[in-house]
């Protein structure tokens, strides 16, 4: 089996001012999934909005989020800021999948990605069967995408778009007098967007509604941070 691995892309884009293109940003990153119907947010310090098949959250750093995981249980308070997001505080079906921290600068594309490639067997004509890897882009996992636009020349004010990938095996090809489910897989692509006005050091959550990424049972969580720093990468 292949392990998921960490990969983190930088695109650079063709930036409109030479002053944008100098603004750094650190993107502090977390990635969950959770059973639908688990979490829901009840913390009153939170702006939210309902678009689509999301629910976004902001809300300035540092932030208690009180999330009900249930009647009998009792609110998990996740505490975001100063240490991040404390893994040992989380039940035991929700997966935190990836928390990286990655450096961009305004205007540039950055990509996270915690992607594998699957693996099949294909029958061959003499009856011996031969392995294949899914080549890109046919990967499986999830993957994160964001996209700084400063507001303001102290590049405090931003606008991110951000967007949340997830791609997963729904069924696999059938191979004659084989039981295991080892046939070249069909991989459905679901995406998630939105764009927020964020202050810098202001934290994003963003909640997939039921469904969104293909099981009913599964929901996905995108935590992120965006926060403008000095080129030795510390706070401004």
């Known amino acids: 089996m292949n392990k998921g691995i ?66 009998q249980r009792p609110p998990l308070k996740f505490h975001l ?30 990509r996270i990605m915690v992607v594998q490639h699957p693996q099949y067997f294909e029958k061959q004509s003499d009856g011996s069967f031969q392995l294949h890897e899914m080549p890109d882009p046919q990967w499986v996992g999830v993957a994160a995408q964001y996209l700084i636009k400063p507001q303001n020349s102290e590049g405090d004010e931003i ?27 069909d991989i459905v692509h679901n995406r998630v967007e939105t764009s927020v006005h964020l202050k810098s050091g202001q934290w994003c959550l963003l909640l997939t509604t039921p469904g969104a990424f293909g099981a009913p049972n599964r929901s996905m969580m995108l935590v992120f941070k965006v926060q403008r720093v000095d080129p030795r990468g510390l706070p401004f």
Request: charged content about 20%; glycine content about 6%; proline content about 6%.
């Open 81 to 110: 800021g100063e240490g991040g997001l404390d893994k040992a505080m989380l039940p035991k079906d929700v997966i935190l999948q990836s928390a990286p921290r990655v450096t961009t600068v305004a205007g540039a594309s950055a």
């Open 6 to 71: 960490l990969v983190v892309c930088i695109a650079f884009l063709i930036l409109p001012r030479l002053e944008a293109a100098q603004l750094q940003y650190e993107v502090d990153v977390k990635i969950l999934s959770y059973p639908t119907g688990l979490v829901s947010v009840t913390s009153q310090q939170m702006q939210s909005a309902r678009v689509a098949s999301r629910y976004v959250f902001t809300a300035p750093a540092p932030a208690e989020i009180e999330i009900n995981n249930g009647d």
């Open 159 to 185: 606008v991110v778009d951000g967007s949340l990938e997830n791609n997963w095996i729904q069924s696999r090809e059938t191979i004659t007098n084989v039981f295991l489910e080892v046939g070249k897989p």
